[in-house]
């Protein structure tokens, strides 16, 4: 049983809908990522957030938009999607945010916009 | 030079065998190693840890070869459950971890 709980497992949506992805960890950790994985590239880290702050947002387009409403809910909120954005997303979290603490992973949104 | 780069696979090899791969990364200054594990549409799970002096988990042994910049995991009497994509994930000293696309194992009986 995972500690990182993430819905839905599947989503497919049009260019033009709105639609959340959503995470939620059991483990009592401080920070929380979003990562996007696409066939045969290395993840990319998205955004992170530390004790419900946001940390980073690596360039991320506008169309991504992440909500933390408290240390252990996380969402990514899509609008206006393009075909390129179809990947797996992948909700983390570690004890703190920090090399030294391992990721655990959610099993992930596979996204396909169409 | 991308931070992370691993040989893709696929490495396909007989049931008992001994398999080994590499991952090099560009930042001197990165601290710490790690070996995550990735099945065919799951989620990376951490494997291990990789210690400066090396470290062995079971069939699993990692290496850090800091001079020559690359980390090792190697995997004795390989059994069909091995099978799965190894992803090297480097921190880099701003504490971000950087992942490599992985490379694949397959077992076979």
């Known amino acids: 049983e995972t500690g990182v709980t993430q819905t839905p497992r599947h989503l497919v949506m049009g260019m033009t809908n709105k639609k959340s992805l959503k995470c939620e960890q059991h483990?009592?950790?401080?920070?929380m990522y979003w990562y996007k994985q696409s066939a045969k590239k290395p993840l990319e880290l998205m955004f992170v957030?530390?004790?419900?702050?946001?940390?980073e947002n690596n360039s991320v387009p506008s169309r991504f938009s992440p909500e933390c409403p408290n240390s252990s809910h996380l969402f990514l909120h899509l609008h206006t999607l393009q075909p390129e954005d179809s990947a797996l997303y992948l909700c983390?979290?570690?004890?703190?945010?920090?090399?030294?603490?391992?990721?655990?992973f959610g099993n992930g949104t596979r996204l396909t916009v169409t | 030079r991308k931070e992370v780069e691993q040989d893709p696979g696929p490495f396909n090899v007989p049931e008992g065998a001994t398999v080994a791969f590499n991952c090099t990364y560009s930042?001197?200054?990165?601290?710490?190693f790690f070996w995550y594990r990735q099945d065919c549409r799951k989620e990376p799970k951490l494997l291990m840890s990789?210690?400066?002096s090396g470290n062995e988990d079971g069939r699993f042994t990692a290496q850090l070869n800091r001079a020559s910049q690359y980390i090792s995991l190697l995997i004795r009497d390989s059994k069909l459950s091995d099978s799965a994509t190894y992803l090297c994930?480097?921190?880099?000293?701003?504490?971000?971890?950087?992942f490599g696309a992985g490379t694949t194992v397959t077992v076979r009986a």
């Open positions: 930042n001197s200054a990165s601290q710490s």
């Open positions: 990789v210690y400066s």
């Open positions: 983390a979290s570690s004890q703190e945010q920090g090399a030294n603490s391992p990721l655990h």
């Open positions: 483990l009592g950790h401080n920070a």
């Open positions: 957030y530390s004790l419900e702050e946001r940390v």
């Open positions: 994930v480097v921190n880099s000293p701003d504490y971000k971890l950087s």
